[in-house]
């Protein structure tokens, strides 16, 4: 059974930091390209990064550049996005997503995990 488990979410004031994991099972997560997407109440989903499958190539979205981070470790099947210096507005549900190497489609979502900034 295929599975995307995103965890590390929660509450933190702005300007603090989480760090996010997708922790991915089922398929060779070596093979597959993977993107965190978010989704703020009242509004459609956003794009936030992306990473290549072996990691050597990483995007941002303008809205988070400098600030967040992704990575992969995949003898561990494991995505990371480490968020600093965070905002209200980067209060979403955030997903991460695969798509085997070539392919154009996101074949697996995970459930997603909740961040919320405030003070």
């Known amino acids: 059974e295929v599975q995307l488990v995103e965890s590390g979410g929660g509450l933190v004031q702005p300007g603090g930091s989480l760090r996010l994991s997708c922790v991915a099972s089922?398929?060779?997560?070596?093979?597959?390209?993977m993107i965190w997407v978010r989704q703020a109440p009242g509004k459609g989903p956003e794009w936030v990064s992306s990473?290549?499958?072996?990691?050597?190539?990483?995007y941002y979205a303008d809205s988070v550049k400098g600030r967040f981070t992704i990575s992969r470790d995949n003898t561990k099947n494991t995505l990371y996005l480490q968020m600093n210096s965070l905002k209200p507005e980067d209060t979403a549900l955030y997903y991460c997503?695969?798509?085997?190497?070539?392919?154009?489609?996101?074949?697996?979502w995970g459930q997603g995990t909740q961040v919320t900034v405030s003070s």
């Open positions: 997503a695969a798509r085997r190497v070539g392919k154009i489609q996101y074949d697996y």
């Open positions: 089922g398929f060779t997560f070596g093979d597959y390209d």
């Open positions: 990473i290549n499958s072996n990691g050597g190539r990483t």
